[in-house]
């Protein structure tokens, strides 16, 4: 329920207040930064949620062209062993060489990305801010 007013309210005294209007006022104003604090929560969760999944996602492909690289030199090892002197094996051994490095580039991009992440850090902040502001009284 909104009442019009012929002032502002910024522009009355704290003594001109009714008492129920001061409650009023204040719960307006706690229940805004309330809200506002969860908009930036939620924000802030968005983005670390977006920075975990593009992490995992890196990790799993670091693990799968890992996998690949694990089976070329594999394959290369057995070649060579078989085949010692037959030039077939280097290049498996160079196709394997190359997924590892692939793989270990993922792998760091991901973990950069878990890395970057604000765990709510300014949430907390201007939650702390608030409590402080309360305390103080202002």
């Known amino acids: 329920m909104s009442q019009t007013r012929t002032e ?9 207040f009714s008492f129920g209007e001061l409650v009023a006022l204040v719960t307006r104003d706690v229940s805004k930064l309330v809200r506002t604090e969860i908009e930036l929560a939620k924000a802030e969760l968005r983005n670390d949620v977006k920075r975990a999944g593009l992490g995992a996602g890196m990790f799993g492909a670091a693990g799968f062209f890992g996998y690949v690289a694990l089976l070329f030199c594999s394959a290369a090892l057995a ?12 290049g498996f051994l160079i196709v394997g060489g190359a997924y590892l490095l692939l793989a270990g ?32 009284g202002d």
């Open 79 to 90: 070649l060579g062993l078989a085949a010692l002197g037959l030039p077939m094996w280097a």
């Open 105 to 136: 580039l993922l792998g760091l991009i991901g973990l950069l990305n878990f890395k970057r992440m604000t765990k709510g850090q300014r949430t907390a902040q201007t939650i702390r801010a608030n409590l402080a502001l309360v305390r103080r």
């Open 8 to 16: 502002p309210e910024a522009e009355r005294a704290i003594e001109d």
